[in-house]
């Protein structure tokens, strides 16, 4: 008896699409606020590896039936001349920044992705490693245009602590981008982002507490994918993990040093590593190790 013809691959709907944004507020208030999009998940993290890629927000809105539209704000980055004044023009479509101008599309299962990848591979495409974002895992192409094309799995639904996480990131680029403002500046490291979310997160868990003036203090979203983190810590005598409410918080009156291997994460999580917020001086954050002091030491 022979083997019914495999079924052909189909793709179901659109993920998320994503673009560059030069103006934060106004883009929140925008999709948030006029369009009443909500705010579900935000990515805060050091430049993906190459020292040409500036520190990024990456921040996503709820766009119905599962969709999400995304933008990426890089700090410190200029707005391109061709950009300039396209706001009163029809939108039309113009390297970190082109890159980031891309559709995705959703496959359902690791088992679809794989098969796209030989798809596209069989047909002389150039596709990427399977790369893991957090909450999903995407394979890219580039169609002829140049523009990247994504095919993405869903790892997790995304939940209430994500949009928490979330609100308080922008919040905290918010304040950030105006104080850099109001001195003729603009903000080109995500570490005073994550200093200013730690800061909010402990008066959101605790009105009445005051930030603590010594030590290091890391707060982790209880999400699968920084679990690795708070099991490591857990099992340290270097420092304490403390729960509160929807995250976990390290604590330490020392430095403190993680290693990517012995975490098991990919790079593009290992460069979030703080996203949920830090209190300290951040010493070394390369592709394998990461060290934490305790601030003024």
Not at 90 to 96: G, I, S, V
Not at 97 to 115: I, M, R, Y
Not at 119 to 148: C, M, W
């Amino acid at each position: 008896m022979t083997s019914p013809p495999p079924s052909p691959l189909r793709l179901h709907g659109v993920d998320h699409t994503a673009r560059p944004t030069w103006r934060l507020r106004e883009t929140v208030n925008f999709y948030r606020d006029i369009l009443g999009l909500p705010l579900v998940h935000v990515i805060s993290a050091r430049g993906w590896g190459p020292e040409t890629h500036p520190d990024f927000l990456h921040f996503f809105f709820d766009s119905g039936r599962g969709s999400t539209i995304a933008f990426f704000y890089y700090l410190g980055a200029e707005e391109p001349p061709a950009m300039q004044g396209r706001a009163a023009m029809r939108p039309l479509p113009e390297d970190h920044v082109s890159d980031a101008t891309h559709t995705a599309w959703l496959v359902q299962s690791e088992a679809e992705l794989h098969a796209w990848k030989e798809k596209l591979q069989a047909a002389g495409l150039d596709v990427s490693v399977e790369t893991r974002h957090e909450v999903i895992e995407s394979i890219y192409v580039r169609d002829p245009n140049g523009y990247f094309i994504e095919f993405t799995r869903k790892l997790r639904p995304l939940a209430e602590v994500d949009a928490i996480d979330a609100a308080l990131t922008l919040q905290a680029a918010m304040q950030a981008e105006a104080d850099a403002q109001a001195q003729g500046q603009r903000i080109r490291q995500v570490d005073d982002i994550w200093a200013r979310k730690a800061a909010l997160l402990a008066s959101h868990l605790d009105p009445t507490s005051k930030p603590a003036d010594s030590g290091v203090r890391i707060f982790v979203p209880r999400v699968e994918e920084f679990s690795s983190l708070i099991e490591d810590a857990s099992q340290r005598s270097d420092c304490a993990v403390v729960p509160v409410d929807e995250f976990d918080c390290i604590v330490a009156d020392g430095p403190l040093e993680f290693r990517r291997k012995t975490l098991g994460l990919k790079p593009a999580v290992w460069y979030g590593l703080f996203t949920g917020g830090v209190r300290g001086t951040i010493d070394v954050f390369d592709r394998d190790r990461v060290r934490i002091s305790p601030a003024g030491q």
